[in-house]
């Protein structure tokens, strides 16, 4: 049985309940709410949030996939997680801060809310296999520079190169 299929099985769906509106939770978003939970600091570039989740989704050794990929500018991209993302801010799981330089670049930050928090403090899930990846994962490339990530998730998947990526500096 597919890890995915055993989490979704298992209740990872969690439902909030607040005034009569049921939010849930799909095991996907749930990894997501991991990732940005591991993270040392808050996780800033909407590209590592995509590769650390295409990493997780690699180490995965039962042939399930959390995502479907494609090529992007830098590497694989999901539209999928991209609105999980979304669901997951408007729903109060996640913030997500922007910030634009003076070049015009935009920068991403997210972090658990409170009640993003509270929904990993009563998923049990994480303490398994899975959290172990999702662990792992962070704490392997955190240190990287988004560069430095982008460029190892390219140079071991070359398949995701797309046609209009340049060699990052």
């Known amino acids: 049985m597919s890890l995915l299929k055993t989490l979704t099985e298992n209740a990872l769906t969690i439902a909030r309940t607040t005034n009569n509106n049921t939010t849930q939770i799909s095991p996907q978003q749930a990894v997501v709410l991991s990732i940005i939970n591991h993270s040392q600091t808050p996780l800033r570039h909407r590209q590592r949030l995509q590769k650390y989740t295409f990493l997780i989704d690699q180490a995965l050794d039962d042939g399930t996939t959390l995502y479907n990929w494609r090529t992007y500018d830098y590497g694989p991209h999901s539209q999928q997680l991209r609105r999980d993302i979304i669901n997951l801010t408007d729903n109060g799981f996640i913030t997500e801060h922007s910030k634009?330089?003076?070049?015009?670049?935009?920068?991403?930050?997210?972090?658990?809310?409170?009640?993003?928090?509270?929904?990993?403090?009563?998923?049990?899930?994480?303490?398994?296999?899975?959290?172990?990846?999702?662990?792992?994962?962070?704490?392997?490339h955190e240190p990287m520079h988004i560069n430095e990530l982008i460029q190892t998730v390219l140079n071991n998947n070359p398949e995701y190169k797309s046609t209009v990526y340049k060699q990052l500096p």
Do not use: C, D, M, P
């Open 100 to 140: 634009t330089s003076l070049g015009g670049t935009t920068q991403h930050r997210y972090e658990l809310t409170t009640t993003g928090e509270k929904e990993l403090e009563t998923n049990i899930t994480f303490q398994n296999a899975l959290g172990n990846t999702i662990r792992s994962v962070v704490n392997e």
